[in-house]
């Protein structure tokens, strides 16, 4: 009769030393890595993102690290716990430093660290080139440290847009996050998008009111006497609107390049449909190279409006991207510094490569009198450093290729590119592309403008193109009859009037 209650205490017995033991035989199930970055130079701590994978190439999760996309962002140092096996990882901390690739095997209930050297090949800021990015998402301490790891030093935090504005209501004492060495982030900056397009709203004081606004009305120009000393970029050189908010001064720069021009939608009434039609079905570049083409056409018609670049996600895989542009700063920097240097055009945009240019000692953005039908030839320095192999280097002048070199080339030139030779008004730019092939990975100058007599080059066919786009645009307002359609229309008709005035003062073809 006993055998029955000692067989029921021996068996919870041996279910309480399984549940003591389960933790134990748990924790032996994973072991502990500690990854520390350093700069080899410095011996400070660095940011950086990381990336590791199992064998069977699946991004690892890290406990306590701002995760995007299975990439890690951290400051210094890494605390992971992993299991058992071989791992792969790629670090990257920004693109003045090496890409650092590598692997490491863990035992069951190991404990181990290690210590990373990273040594920039280029001090960018040494040279007077600090980097940017025009729109961020996410919330300001996930922003710090994105910026620390892709080391940017400027940076515009959308906080408000079409469906939220998180101002309302609070009192705005501070504009601006600082942190790091001399790194801040806008902490105003904002976002309109509807059929129109897309606009980005930089060094604002306050948000604009464009919460449950329709579609189509009002225009975003509504909003010119509110901007005062903002800075308004245009998200892309696709947006519908982009040829009225330039006839009404509304733009302050065009961010040619980011992941959203390359998942752009075109509908079937955009005023682009057409040229975007003529992309290739599979073509990860061309709606990129589309952007570019849409760009150059605009300084053909004598306007001069500042490239930049941004990547205003951190929320998908395009985050883990670099898009960024690279004002040039005269003296000591400071955030007014670094937008007056935009302002003026002094800069370069870029996914990947570093790349500085000047002519006879000024930076892009520069504009050269000459003297009508007077020969003059430019001789551009350049400098470039890249982490990506270059597939060609090209200087465009006045839209079209001008001069190509190849990277051996250019080496065995030792940095000389030919001579540029102008005998009337235009402008140029250098850009270089990698062989990436997932998307459009290049970096450009802003464009140097040559004067004769003190006129720009205007072009007649160019200043068309954009007066069509004005008509096609004004044929699909989706408004009914009345007194807000009438207001748009005619502030499309103005558009029409600015480009074909612009049309008529052409002075080439």
């Known amino acids: 009769m006993l055998l029955p209650s000692v067989f029921v205490f021996l068996r919870h017995c041996l279910a309480l030393v399984a549940l003591l033991?389960?933790?134990?035989?748990?924790l032996a199930a994973y072991a502990e890595y500690e990854l520390r970055v350093v700069?080899?130079?410095?011996?400070?701590?660095?940011?950086?993102?990381?990336?590791?994978?199992?064998s069977r190439e699946k991004a690892q999760r890290i406990d306590g690290a701002l995760m995007i996309d299975g990439t890690a962002y951290f400051t210094g140092s890494l605390k992971m716990k992993l299991r058992p096996g071989p791992y792969n990882f790629r670090l990257d901390a920004g693109p003045e430093y090496p890409f650092m690739e590598g692997s490491f095997i863990l035992n069951s209930g190991d404990t181990d660290s290690r210590t990373i050297e990273l040594k920039r090949f280029i001090d960018m800021k040494k040279e007077g080139w600090y980097p940017g990015n025009v729109a961020l998402s996410g919330g300001t301490k996930d922003l710090e440290t994105i910026m620390l790891a892709d080391d940017l030093v400027l940076g515009t935090q959308i906080t408000w847009n079409n469906q939220i504005n998180p101002w309302a209501g609070r009192p705005i004492t501070k504009l601006r996050d600082e942190f790091g060495t001399f790194r801040s982030l806008w902490e105003m900056g904002g976002e309109d998008a509807r059929a129109g397009g897309k606009l980005w709203f930089s060094r604002m004081n306050e948000p604009l009111p464009v919460q449950r606004l329709q579609p189509e009305y009002p225009a975003a120009t509504f909003f010119e006497a509110d901007l005062k000393k903002a800075h308004v970029t245009a998200a892309s050189p696709l947006e519908p609107d982009l040829p009225l908010w330039i006839s009404h001064d509304l733009l302050d720069s065009i961010a040619i390049l980011g992941p959203e021009i390359e998942g752009y939608t075109?509908?079937?009434?955009?005023?682009?449909?057409k040229e975007a039609g003529k992309i290739r079905k599979g073509d990860v570049t061309g709606k990129a190279r589309l952007a570019l083409d849409i760009y150059y056409k605009l300084l053909e018609t004598g306007l001069r409006i500042p490239p930049v670049a941004a990547n205003g996600t951190?929320?998908?895989?395009?985050?883990?991207?670099?898009?960024?542009?690279?004002?040039?700063?005269?003296?000591t920097y400071s955030p007014d510094a670094w937008w007056d240097a935009i302002d003026a055009g002094n800069l370069f945009v870029t996914n990947g490569p570093l790349l500085r240019a000047s002519v006879e000692g000024y930076p892009p953005g520069h504009v050269f009198p000459i003297n009508i039908g007077e020969k003059h030839e430019f001789q551009?320095?350049?400098?470039l450093a890249t982490r990506q192999r270059i597939a060609y280097l090209e200087v465009i002048k006045n839209g079209k290729k001008e001069i190509e070199v190849s990277l051996d080339e250019y080496k065995d030139r030792r940095g000389i590119l030919p001579p540029l030779e102008f005998s009337d008004s235009g402008w140029f730019l250098v850009r270089v592309v990698t062989e990436e092939s997932g998307y459009y990975q290049y970096a450009t100058t802003a464009p140097f403008f040559v004067?004769?007599?003190?006129?720009p080059r205007i072009s007649k066919s160019a200043s068309e193109f954009f007066r069509d786009w004005v008509f096609r645009?004004?044929?699909?307002?989706?408004?009914?009859?009345?007194?807000?359609?009438?207001?748009i229309i005619d502030l499309q008709r103005e558009a029409r009037d600015f480009w074909q005035k612009r049309a008529k003062m052409a002075n080439v073809p």
């Open 21 to 26: 033991l389960m933790p134990t035989i748990l």
């Open 39 to 54: 700069d080899a130079e410095t011996q400070l701590p660095c940011s950086a993102k990381i990336r590791i994978l199992n």
């Open 473 to 487: 645009r004004a044929m699909n307002i989706d408004l009914p009859d009345g007194d807000q359609r009438n207001e």
């Open 266 to 273: 075109f509908s079937d009434k955009h005023p682009l449909a």
């Open 451 to 455: 004067e004769a007599n003190g006129q």
């Open 314 to 331: 951190n929320e998908d895989a395009e985050s883990s991207r670099l898009d960024r542009v690279y004002a040039q700063v005269e003296g």
């Open 380 to 383: 551009i320095a350049l400098s």
